[in-house]
T-cell receptor, first 114, second 114 residues
Framework: NAGVTQTPKFQVLKTGQSMTLQCAQD?????MSWYRQDPGMGLRLIHY???????DQGEVPNGYNVSRSTTEDFPLRLLSAAPSQTSVYFC?????????????FGPGTRLTVT | AQSVTQLGSHVSVSEGALVLLRCNYS??????LFWYVQYPNQGLQLLLK??????LVKGINGFEAEFKKSETSFHLTKPSAHMSDAAEYFC????????????FGRGTSLIVHP
């Protein structure tokens, strides 16, 4: 199993550009989520999904869109990049079913917006 | 609703000394509790988890944590620090019957001096 994969690993954008961060998992997990990590702020939840076709907002959703057309993939779209979106982005997945399960994290995407 | 507090954004120890990383949680129902570790430039990985079995939980790399309901704590310990333990550590809490979403603390950076 590859686990959770993320692409790209690094990205530099100019203000106003758009891009999609890719996330895929091969563990058949229903739950997937996106976090951003900033110094001193820990992990902040951006969006999450409990299955194909179902998404919801987390703590900091503004400026980001998601969709979940398959169980495996959960891309994160930045519509118009801003310097405040400079961060490290992590995708995670887990089982669901009445409990709270171990989150499996991808290696992260380091994004810089100039 | 649940919340988690990690006391101390940085903890510094000498190699061979006891490691103690503090985590306190708030939950209205019995919680699920987790510790994750993040090595530099990597994603998070699970160290250990508490799911209402034994109150003393053993994890990887010699770490363990004890669930203390009366103190609402889940502190992480290791008897003897190694240089390779230098990393960021995150405590997380989730509750059964709610969403699948764990709440993460802000993290504690463990610094190990030779």
């Amino acid at each position: 199993n590859a686990g959770v994969t993320q692409t790209p690993k690094f990205q530099v954008l100019k203000t106003g550009q758009s891009m999609t961060l890719q996330c895929a998992q091969d563990m058949n997990h229903e739950y997937m989520s996106w976090y951003r990590q900033d110094p001193g702020m820990g992990l902040r939840l951006i969006h999450y999904s409990v299955g194909a076709g179902i998404t919801d907002q987390g703590e900091v959703p503004n400026g980001y869109n998601v969709s979940r057309s398959t169980t495996e993939d959960f891309p994160l779209r930045l519509l118009s990049a801003a310097p405040s979106q400079t961060s490290v982005y992590f995708c995670a997945s887990s089982l669901t079913g009445g409990g709270v399960y171990e989150q499996y994290f991808g290696p992260g995407t380091r994004l810089t917006v100039t | 609703a649940q919340s988690v507090t990690q006391l101390g954004s940085h903890v510094s120890v000498s190699e061979g000394a006891l490691v103690l990383l503090r985590c306190n949680y708030s939950s209205s129902v019995p919680p699920y509790l987790f510790w994750y570790v993040q090595y530099p430039n990597q994603g998070l990985q699970l160290l250990l988890k508490y799911t209402s079995a034994a109150t003393l939980v053993k994890g990887i790399n010699g770490f363990e944590a004890e669930f203390k309901k009366s103190e609402t704590s889940f502190h992480l310990t290791k008897p003897s620090a190694h240089m390779s333990d230098a990393a960021e550590y995150f405590c997380a809490v989730g509750i059964s019957g709610g969403s699948y979403i764990p709440t993460f603390g802000r993290g504690t950076s463990l610094i190990v001096h030779p």
